[in-house]
């Protein structure tokens, strides 16, 4: 499985972003996706991730109440919204690929990340 984020670029704060990471691979809509983070001198962190029938999902407390994942397994596609951005959700985005978990290493796959930038 190959997978390819898109959509970071700059936005203010308060205002939304949709994420898109784009699989290849006729296996993808057997696994689970995530997206995790990863800001300047931190480490990466969990932000959503959603089962492969896309059926259940989970957030980070970080972004529960104001993030929405999904997917589209027909076109090999997986989605992350941001709503009401902050200037801490600033990172480089990644997708992923594979169990169900909210740790990245239940994870076998991954993007190659998208720039996200928040403004005040």
Known sequence: VQL??????????????????????????????????????????FVAAI???????????????????SRDN??????LQINSRKLEDTAVYYCAAGVYSGNSDSYSYWGQGTQVTVSS
């Not at 300047?40 to 962190?45: T, V």
């Not at 029938?53 to 929405?68: E, F, L, P, Q």
Request: charged letters at 20%; a positive charge; aromatic letters at 12%.
């Open 4 to 45: 390819q984020a898109s959509g970071g670029g700059l936005v203010q704060a308060g205002d939304s972003l949709r994420l898109s990471c784009a699989a290849s691979g006729r296996t993808f809509s057997s696994y689970a996706a995530g997206w995790f983070r990863q800001a300047p001198g931190k480490e990466r962190e």
């Open 51 to 69: 089962a492969w029938y896309g059926g259940r999902t989970r957030y980070a407390d970080s972004v529960k109440g104001r993030c929405i994942i």
């Open 74 to 79: 027909a076109k090999n596609m997986v989605y």
